[in-house]
């Protein structure tokens, strides 16, 4: 059985009330406590006050969209954002893409899609335990050309950081060899990509008169058939089944308007197995100390179950970074499509977080160029 | 960033399609990944592709007809393939077709169609080879008296084969009834060939009479891009069938592919279950079949099922089709063509819930997909033959007697039209197109072509009112049955952007407005204007209040703003819930304030405690000022209430001037001749014991003259005993 059970995952804290805003009242509100109370057997300064209630009115107190926080975070990320180029982005080292199908009928037949993905758990952990330490990277990208006919452009890259290991191109050579036994491999070189000419908070428009409005994906359903993607990026499809049930309504109007061409891209950071054991003996500590929900604990020992025996057949953990991006030709279509996406995403539970203003070179993680974005990059 | 196990991340890898392609003509479209799909057999390699026949099956309307046709017009058209075809109309024959369901596309391609009973097919013509014409003759007389050919009868045959008067099927019998003297006796001959004259008279004098005899038996040409025989006027259980086939069989076999130039050619069976199923016809069929990568020949093949075959040799010869197109079917049918071809379960499961014009494929021995197929209109015009099931049934949904004949003929197929006085079929059907029902009175008048697409479609269409009504009864299902179904058809027949089907936008809005759902109007209206279709949009802001008015736009509709940023994320719920903590910081600043005046009276009282710990009663400075050297003492009084301050100066013989003053009180002293000043002491009553007090002390010295401004000081005495200049707060030597 497929399971995409959740992992660590570190929040977006761009929209929406984040844990992390959420725990910062609670601690400050702690401390106004703490505060109240050390008045009993001393005089407190008074700054501290003056600190207590400073701190919550920035953490809540909303100004238009946002809190002032959370304002002073977007307006600092805004400022980086300026001035990352994309040498910051982007790490040394080596990379190579190649296009990869596999062969026809492996995705519409249950047994072997799960062989094929069996397949490629397996590279991922024959990759992880190329180095010592995790950094080589595995960036598979989609992209799907939308029109009368849907054309289909798979990527798989492998970017080996510089200094990790001593003789990258052999490294390469020999992950080339695993991702063969996948499919149809061909050696590819993604063209030159398009330049920004004009950004929106939504949207950024190409120099080849695109625009492109991209979201990372942060959450994956807990369970899932081997054909989520399958389901999520196969439009003909969708619009097979969104013109059965036509009742005309609003939506059906939408889902009708908004087919467009549309790219996913998964970046995979595979852990050596040393790496991933430790990973998961903190994850487990971590979990046994701090859960106090009955029905949770038994649900965690249930999945460090499978877990552990996965770990305990040689598998690893990897970390990935997955972007989806929606291509359209002006700007009022590209907010259909965002919206069409949305509502597919919706109903197979994947989250997407647009990134609202943060459209400088997001579209490029979708693209082979992606595949050697740094860790906890700021796009 | 996600951390996930490698097994678990391996379903988000973006692998959905592969890159599996075979060359040839554009047949449509993967309905699982929407790639195109593209197949002429002959082009693919031979270890992908060992033989080209193929083989179609699906029940009616799904399309396998369709697809067949327009798959062959594209070879013929692109790869200049040459096409022979067997046209029988299946259950779907409409009464009264006189002619076969491929004529139309025959006609286009230039081709020649060949009706049964109006084009003789000589058996017996020369350009036959012997031996072929004597099996096709042996295919004749086998098929009306399957025990005619004794090993005697045979040999008659043979023997009348070869007398001159043999060269059509008239004289062929004459040579049989009288032969000449061969290797047997005549008489001998004669008598074994009775068999084979009484089979044969079904040909020249029974039912099967005009057939393969007549005046101008001959063969039909090579040379054109289709030939169509058509079975249409033939009933499927006539003996003639199998009997034409097994004639057409040998042409094809001998004639037509030896004499053919084309690179490759096609042999379409329709309805191929009544050929396969008779002996005779199977045997030439397989024999077609087994040769046909030596000759360049494909097989195509069209049926129903699998089951009308049976189990026997009709079944084998299905078997060995390369290229299966399975159209929809029912589910154990499904099984069936599964379990013959090897298809993979997800297909066979698909195959029940195909839509028209879809297919699982399977080419080669690994290949399977599901391929809608994809038609220009020109296409559907030459092809289609379900119009008249679908006028009958949107007939059943419309009342109106004229409305019933618009669709009729608008559907009715081409063969028919031609059958009747009418000059062209599709000038009839845009007469009918938008006739009103206030017609029905007056004298009948087509609309002129221009005027059409004025006419505001729903003032001709009763489907609205019957809509509109059920909605204003309170049967809101019903109307949207009638909507929907309305709505479709329209969509179909005239487009998605077309006045009708915004009509019918307009219709369900009105609909929504009677539900008491006035926010689904509107978005259904603002989809009216957003189509930019005039009409619609021309309605939409339409407020005149005349008759013509069919609606009426709600004072406020809440239409959303669809061309602005679309806030998808989902609301957090504790977002917005800013109360508690606002009250949580009222809170807390109240009592932040409360702590800080209560610390402050603390402090004072402490302060307070302290001075009365420090409590001296008695203060004093030192002070020396215009060179004299002088003491300020002051004294709290015993009960605490006033002090007495004194500015003492004695034997200071440069003490000119003493002067001590405070809240008014003041003392002065002056020298008298030749003796020292006397200390002026002043009394202030005081409310506070602990209060500091100050005084002004001013002392004139040696060179201080009458009249002149003495120095002064203002001093800040605290009962703790100690003193300050109260200007610089500048803590003064104490007298002591």
Redesign the interface.
């Known amino acids: 059985m497929y399971s995409l059970s959740p992992g660590f995952r570190v929040p977006a804290i761009q929209r929406g009330l984040s844990p992390l805003e959420s725990m910062l009242t609670k601690i400050n509100l702690g401390a106004g406590g703490t505060l109240v109370a050390s008045t009993m057997i001393g005089d407190p300064p008074f700054w501290a006050f003056g600190a207590v209630v400073g701190a919550a009115g920035l953490i809540n107190v909303t100004a238009g969209r946002r809190s002032l926080a959370r304002w002073a975070t977007v307006g600092v990320r805004h400022w980086r954002e300026r001035r990352t180029t994309p040498t910051l982005a982007m790490s040394e080292g080596e990379t190579r893409t190649w296009t990869l199908y596999p062969y026809h009928g492996t995705m519409q037949d249950p047994v072997q899609r799960i062989r094929f993905h069996a397949a490629f758990g397996k590279v991922l952990t024959f990759v992880g335990n190329r180095a010592r330490t995790a950094g080589i990277q595995v960036h598979v990208t989609h992209h799907a050309q939308v029109g009368d006919y849907t054309n289909h452009t798979q990527t798989i890259s492998v970017h080996v950081p510089k200094n990790l290991v001593t003789q990258p191109k052999r490294e390469i050579a020999t992950i080339e060899r695993q991702f063969s036994n996948l499919g149809q491999l061909t050696r590819h070189k993604p063209a030159d990509p398009p330049l920004i000419v004009e950004r929106a908070a939504g949207w950024a428009r190409l120099e080849d008169d695109r625009y492109a409005a991209t979201a990372r994906i942060t959450g994956w359903p807990a369970e899932a058939d081997g054909d989520l993607m399958s389901r999520f990026l196969l439009e003909q499809d969708r619009e097979s089944v969104a013109d059965g049930n036509d009742d005309g309504d609003f939506d059906d109007v939408h889902t009708r308007a908004a087919r467009t061409d549309r790219s996913l891209a998964v970046l995979y950071r595979p852990l050596p197995t040393r790496q991933a054991r430790n990973s998961e003996k903190w994850r487990r500590a971590a979990g046994e100390a701090f859960t106090i929900d009955k029905v949770e604990q038994d649900e965690q020992a249930e999945v460090s179950g499978s877990r552990h025996e996965s770990l305990v057949r040689g598998s690893t953990v990897v970390d990935l970074d997955a972007y989806l991006t929606v291509w359209s030709d002006s700007p009022e279509t590209i907010t259909e499509a965002r919206w069409a996406t949305q509502l597919e995403a919706d109903d197979l539970g994947i989250r997407l977080d647009w990134l609202t203003a943060q459209q400088n070179r997001a579209h490029l993680m979708t693209t082979p160029h992606g595949a050697s974005a740094r860790k906890g990059v700021i796009l | 960033?996600?951390?996930?196990?490698?097994?678990?991340?391996?379903?988000?890898?973006?692998?959905?399609?592969?890159?599996?392609r075979f060359p040839g003509i554009p047949i449509g479209?993967?309905?699982?990944?929407?790639?195109?799909f593209n197949l002429s057999p002959v082009q693919v390699k031979y270890e992908i592709l060992p033989s080209t026949n193929s083989l179609t099956l699906g029940e009616i309307g799904s399309g396998k007809s369709t697809s067949r046709k327009v798959q062959i017009r594209r070879e013929v058209k692109l790869n200049q393939h040459q096409v022979v075809v067997i046209d029988s109309f299946g259950e779907q024959k409409p009464a009264g077709a006189t002619e076969g369901e491929w004529a139309p596309l025959t006609r286009d391609l230039n081709g020649q169609i060949i009706k049964a009973g109006e084009f003789t097919l000589n058996p017996c013509s020369p350009l036959f080879p012997p031996d072929v014409r004597e099996q096709l003759v042996r295919s004749l007389i086998s098929t009306v008296e399957p025990t005619a050919l004794t090993p005697q009868a045979s040999h008659a045959l043979q023997h009348a084969l070869n007398h001159p008067k043999a060269s059509n099927l008239g004289g062929l019998v004459d040579a049989l009834q009288a032969p000449e003297d061969g290797r047997y006796p005549a008489d001998k001959l004669t008598a074994w060939g009775e068999g084979a004259v009484l089979a044969l008279t079904n040909y020249t004098d029974g039912a099967l009479r005009g057939l393969f005899d007549g005046p101008s038996a001959g063969l039909p040409d090579t040379d054109v891009p289709i030939i169509s025989f058509d079975f249409t006027q033939l009933d499927k259980t006539s003996p003639a069938i199998p009997a034409l086939m097994a004639a057409i069989s040998c042409w094809v076999e001998h004639v037509w592919l030896k004499q053919s130039t084309a690179r490759h050619r096609h042999f379409v069976i329709e309805e191929a279950w009544q050929i396969f199923l008779s002996p005779h016809t199977a045997q030439l069929i397989q024999k077609l079949i087994k040769n046909s990568r030596k000759v360049g020949l494909s097989v195509d093949a069209v049926m129903h099922t699998l089951s009308d075959l049976g189990d026997g040799r009709a079944l084998d010869l299905a078997r060995l089709a390369t290229i299966i197109q399975i159209g929809r079917l029912t589910p154990d049918e499904a099984a069936q063509v599964g379990a013959l071809y090897e298809l993979?379960?997800?297909?066979v499961e698909k195959i029940p819930t195909l839509?028209t014009g879809e297919a699982v494929w399977k080419v080669g021995p690994?290949?399977?997909?599901v391929i809608q197929t994809?038609i220009s209109e020109e296409e559907a015009k030459l092809t289609d033959t379900s119009n008249l099931r679908r006028a009958a049934q949107a007939a059943a949904l419309l009342a109106d007697p004229d409305e019933q004949q618009d669709t009729e003929t608008e559907g009715e197929d081409t063969a028919v039209l031609l059958s009747k006085d009418t000059a062209s079929p599709f000038a009839e059907t845009e007469e009918y197109d938008y006739e009103c029902d206030g017609a029905d009175d007056g004298p009948y008048f087509a609309l002129p072509p221009g005027v059409i697409d004025t006419v505001d479609p729903r003032s001709c269409d009763d489907r609205h009112d019957a809509v509109l009504q059920a909605a204003r009864a309170g049967r809101f299902g019903e109307a949207?049955d009638i909507a929907?179904v309305g709505?479709?058809a329209d969509i179909t027949a005239y487009g998605m952007d077309s006045p009708q089907a915004t009509a019918?936008?307009v219709t369900?809005a009105e609909m929504a407005e009677l539900s008491g759902d006035p926010a689904?109007a509107a978005?259904?209206r603002a989809?009216v204007a957003r189509m930019g279709n005039d009409d619609g949009a021309a309605w939409f802001e339409n407020t005149d209040n005349s008759a013509t008015q069919w609606h009426q736009v709600p004072d406020d509709p809440a239409t959303p703003d669809?061309?602005?940023?679309?806030d998808?994320?989902?609301?957090?719920s504790?977002?917005r819930r800013?109360w508690p903590?606002a009250a949580?910081?009222a809170v807390?600043?109240l009592?932040?304030g409360g702590?800080?005046q209560?610390?402050d009276r603390?402090h004072k009282q402490a302060e307070r405690q302290q001075k009365a710990d420090n409590y001296k009663g008695r203060s004093g400075a030192n002070l020396n000022m215009d060179s004299v050297d002088a003491d300020v003492v002051a004294r709290w009084t015993r009960d605490r209430d006033s002090v007495i301050v004194e500015l003492r100066a004695s034997f200071e013989p440069n003490a000119k001037y003493l002067r001590i003053e405070s809240d008014g009180k003041k003392a002065v002293s002056q020298p008298d001749e030749g003796r020292f000043a006397q200390s002026p002491e002043i009394v202030i009553p005081v409310d506070d014991p602990y209060a500091d007090v100050t005084v002004d002390v001013a002392i004139g010295g040696k060179g201080w003259k009458e009249g002149s401004r003495a120095a002064s000081r203002e001093i800040r005495l605290s009962p703790a005993g100690t003193a300050y200049d109260a200007e610089t707060d500048e803590r003064l030597p104490s007298d002591l």
């Open positions: 960033m996600i951390r996930l196990l490698a097994d678990h991340a391996a379903i988000t890898a973006p692998f959905v399609s592969s890159s599996a479209r993967s309905s699982s990944d929407g790639r195109p993979p379960a997800w297909a839509t690994a290949f399977v997909d994809i949207a929907v709505e479709r019918w936008l369900r689904r978005h259904l989809t669809l061309t602005g940023e679309v998808d994320e989902p609301r957090s504790t977002r800013m903590y949580a910081i807390l600043t009592t932040a702590v800080w209560n610390a603390d």
